[in-house]
């Protein structure tokens, strides 16, 4: 044997010494490095040297090697000794160290490098999924297990609100307004449930409760931005309306599906469809299918056929939308036209939806090929009167102004207290005013042709504040009900004219410079005292001169009432006369626009203010409400502090206040532009078409109104305390929508034509004397002088007075023996130089100037029926005994003519 073979084996280990004096032995032959991880070892092509490692085995292939990197495979360590350790290189400190502690969850992943170390694997990524669908199981079989159904809640079963007056005593507890009585599954028609069905779940008897793939419908149309979408079956609507809270949370909903799954599997298919037709909430207060019948057709649910099926599942969606009489105090878009298209729209699809489902073959659904007959709203009994019009107005005024979401489904499920500011006695004291001008004056069996379908409608403001003490909205809320002190279509007439003073005292009238526009800010303020031409059938012209045509091409030709020329007027002179021609060119030459925005400052509804391009808006093509014009007025009367009108303070639920009126008022107009307006409407009723409206020892203002054709006709006026409008008109409000018109009035209770002051001016005074008996009289503030004297419409500045020949003059110089004749001037008319105090009005026959000459003003001595109005108070002289070539005047009830918006058009006084 060879020396080398007799060797002994030498000893293993040897702590660190040997280790180190075993590299540091030669190798022979030099290897190439070990690649990274694997221990190093012998290489292809070499041999093993004794001594070099130790006595070690050699490595048997690549599966040998894989074993030996998985024992100790390269890497410095504390005992490594430096960068490789006894086994060779490594990657790092510890990495070669001996085997490695496998991880339950390999992320980031050791085997992988830079970022694909946080690429998670795709069994990492099932992994997940699974657990999280395992979790979510998990979580919904104990939430499952925990829920109960909850009882059926008191909401379901209806409760009472209570609306109190001003001093809190109970108005009415609206008993009976929630309507419903339990109906048995066999007393529901066929037709109902497959309506129902088709409409709103057409998986219904088949789904647990809930549809999945209805949920995921909903949420891909949401989020595509389609319309909100509810994927509610027809089991969590019933779970929602009976059984859980109506607040919109996850938590809810979350609670929903689950009591949802848990009544589809406890309750019978037939007693969750008899639970839901019985609790949902039909519009008209009705609750429940059979409540239903009778309040949309007056008949028992079991009598319905499938049309009317069809219908009142189309009202489940939303009956402040699809019920056809409308709800627009409750959103300006539920008109009964609006509501009506929408209904008969759903109602057709819900019909064909059935046929294409198999509930309904196209024989039967031919035989409807109409929209059911709706009846009209029936009120309670406990609501008529004008009780009824004021719950419908505090309903309207808490719906859209609370900041609750409390919406009017909500709120018809009861238990509110609603503090109104309704004044019984002011009430009481309207509605006696009314009936007593109507039994006096209205007879429909002595004069059906002139004395039917007439109407009146009023309302009461207090200016302070805002607060509306009294509506008359007609005869009966339970007989009629369109209330008459909301909006009705009425045109204001000239009532709408001291929107216009107060434009043109704040605004100004706009100046051409040599036949060129201005800019807008090149204005002349207005004074009350400045002269219009008051001609009838005046010629309307832009401000800047040239003569306004229609989208025909044609002029406009203003009249005035009766036909009635008034020559060059004051503006304050027009409103005492109503004469519509000075107007119409003021509201032109300071700008429809400015107009239209004074008369939103003072608080009527910018969704009233119609055809507002067109020279007649200026004298009340509008038609605000009585409860808007009484606000607007009550500015006046508050020195230009605006407040909405509101009638109800404050909401408790539960004992609480869940809801109280927040003043907000405005300051839009300047103060002494209202005190002047006030000034002016002061000289209306104290001598012009107002005078019916006087009260003993009390200063008021206020103007009448007469419209088109006459068709309506306005008293508005204002005390320091209290402003209050009257309309009148005749109205067939049983007619079909697209039937109903205004009919005219004249011969109306006797009378050749119906003015403003006529009987709305009686029934103002009538109700105001009692309203305001025992309050303080009052005064208006006394208004500074505002503007400058103009002369606008064609009507020129008075001539220069000659200069007087002084009596001392030299005899030589003879006079002439005929005076000299000035000529008109030639220039356009200008303003005159200086303010307010420095000239005279001329319709002053006080003040210090010529009262006559050829353009003098007035009537020998007023009064009568001059212009078509009736009145009491004859008018003084105002600019001489004889008037002028061109005089007019006289008490009428003003302006305009009875065209229809052509040649002649515009409304009269």
């Known amino acids: 044997m060879s020396e080398h073979r007799r060797k002994p084996p030498q000893p293993q280990g040897g702590g660190r010494a040997a280790a180190r004096k075993a590299a540091q032995q030669p190798s022979g032959r030099r290897a190439a490095p070990p690649s990274r991880g694997i221990a190093a070892g012998p290489q292809s092509g070499s041999y093993h040297q004794e001594g070099s490692y130790g006595h070690e085995p050699s490595y048997g292939g690549r599966a040998e090697a894989r074993r030996a990197a998985q024992r100790g495979g390269g890497g410095g360590g504390r005992r490594g000794g430096g960068r490789g350790g006894p086994e060779g290189p490594g990657r790092g400190r510890g990495r070669g160290d001996g085997p490695q502690k496998k991880r339950l969850i390999d992320y980031p992943r050791s085997t992988k490098y830079g970022w694909q170390r946080f690429l998670p694997s795709w069994k990492q990524v099932a992994g997940l999924c699974v657990g999280f669908i395992g979790a979510v199981l998990a979580a919904s079989s104990m939430a499952y297990a925990w829920v109960e159904i909850p009882q059926i809640h008191a909401a379901a079963k209806a409760q009472n609100n209570v609306y109190y007056w001003d001093d809190e005593t109970q108005m009415v507890a609206t008993g009976g307004e929630f309507n419903r009585q339990e109906l048995a599954y066999k007393k529901i028609p066929d037709a109902m449930k497959h309506a129902v069905i088709s409409a709103e779940n057409k998986s219904f008897e088949k789904d647990p409760g809930v549809d999945p793939m209805g949920i995921m419908r909903a949420v891909v149309k949401m989020a595509m931005g389609g319309n909100t979408q509810g994927g509610s079956t027809i089991t969590q609507q019933y779970v929602k309306n009976s059984r859980l809270s109506q607040e919109q949370t996850l938590t809810r909903k979350f609670t929903e599906l689950l009591v949802s799954i848990k009544v589809g599997d406890e309750l019978s298919k037939e007693e969750i469809m008899a639970g839901y037709l019985n609790v949902s909430y039909y519009g008209r207060g009705a609750y429940g299918l059979q409540a239903a019948a009778q309040a949309y057709f007056e008949k028992d649910a079991e009598d319905l056929n499938p049309s009317e099926c069809a219908f009142l599942a189309a009202v489940l969606k939303g009956a402040t939308y699809f019920d056809p009489a409308g709800a627009p105090a409750i959103d ?136 509306i003490v009294a509506v008359y909205g007609g005869d009966d809320a339970t007989k009629h009900f369109t209330n008459n002190a909301d909006q009705t279509g009425a045109q204001v007439g000239s009532t709408f004219k001291p929107f216009v003073l107060a434009a043109a005292m704040q605004y ?211 005390t320091p305390q209290l402003s209050t409008a009257i309309d009148m008109y005749r109205l067939d409000d049983n007619a079909e929508s697209k039937n109903r018109e205004f009919l005219k009035m004249f011969n109306t209770g006797g009378q050749k034509k119906i003015h403003g002051s006529s009987f709305p001016s009686d029934i103002w005074h009538d109700y105001m004397l009692e309203a305001l008996k025992g309050t303080e009289k009052m005064t208006f503030p006394v208004p500074e002088p505002i503007g400058k004297t103009v002369y606008g419409g064609g009507a020129k500045s008075p001539e220069p007075t000659p200069t007087e020949i002084p009596t001392t003059a030299p005899p030589t110089t003879a006079p002439p023996t005929t005076p000299p004749t000035t000529a008109p001037p030639t220039t356009p008319p200008v303003e005159t130089p200086g303010g307010d105090d420095e000239e005279c009005d001329p319709w002053d026959w006080k003040c210090k100037h010529d009262p006559g000459g050829a353009n003098g003003g007035g009537a020998d001595a007023g009064g009568g029926d001059i212009g078509g109005g009736e009145t009491k108070t004859p008018f003084p002289p105002d600019g001489g005994n004889n008037g002028g070539q061109n005089g007019g005047g006289g008490a009428a009830d003003g302006g305009g003519g009875n065209g229809p918006g052509g040649f002649l058009g515009g409304n009269d006084g």
């Not at 489902?357 to 059911?372: H, I, M, N, S, V």
């Not at 391009?613 to 009585?626: H, K, L, R, T």
């Open 332 to 467: 300006p878009e539920a008109t009964a036209a609006k509501n009506k298209k929408r209904a008969v729209e759903r109602w057709n699809w819900i019909l064909n939806e059935q046929v294409k489902d198999g509930r309904l073959t196209q024989a039967e659904r031919d035989k409807y090929p109409t929209f059911p007959d709706v009846k009209p709203i029936r009120k309670n009994a406990n609501l008529s009167g004008q009780i009824g019009y004021l719950v419908d107005l505090a309903k309207a005024n808490f719906i859209n102004k609370n900041d609750q979401n409390i919406t009017a489904d909500k709120l018809s499920q009861g238990g509110y207290h609603i503090y109104t500011t309704f004044n019984k006695e002011k009430v009481n004291s309207l509605e006696k005013a009314v009936k007593n001008i109507y039994k006096k004056n209205i007879d429909p069996q002595k004069r059906p042709k002139y004395d039917t379908h007439v109407q009146f409608g009023g309302a009461s403001v207090d200016p302070k504040n805002g607060k």
């Open 508 to 718: 100004g009238k706009r100046n051409p410079a040599g036949g060129k526009e201005q800019s807008e800010d090149e204005r002349t303020l207005i004074s009350p005292k400045s002269i219009y031409n008051g001609d009838n059938k005046l010629k309307i012209k832009q401000y800047n001169g040239d003569v306004w045509r229609n989208e025909e091409g044609k002029e406009w030709l203003q009249t005035n009432d009766g036909q009635e020329s008034y020559g060059p007027i004051s503006l304050h002179k027009a409103m005492e006369v109503s004469a519509n021609s000075p107007y119409v060119q003021l509201g032109m030459d300071v700008g429809i626009d400015k107009v239209r925005e004074t008369a939103i400052d003072a608080g009527l509804l910018e969704s009233s203010l119609t055809n507002w391009q067109n020279p007649s808006f200026s004298i009340g093509i509008s038609d605000p409400s009585a409860i808007r014009m009484a606000g607007a007025y009550a500015t006046f009367a508050a020195s230009g502090k605006q407040n909405d009108p509101y009638s109800v303070t404050k909401v408790k639920r539960g004992g609480s206040v869940i809801w109280e009126h927040e003043a907000k008022p405005s300051n839009k107009i300047p103060a002494n532009v209202a005190d002047n307006v006030t000034d002016v409407l002061k000289n209306v009723v104290e001598n012009g078409t107002g005078s019916n409206a006087q009260l003993p020892g009390r200063e008021v203002a206020g103007k009448t109104g007469t419209t088109d054709g006459n068709r309506s006709a306005w008293f508005v006026g204002y």
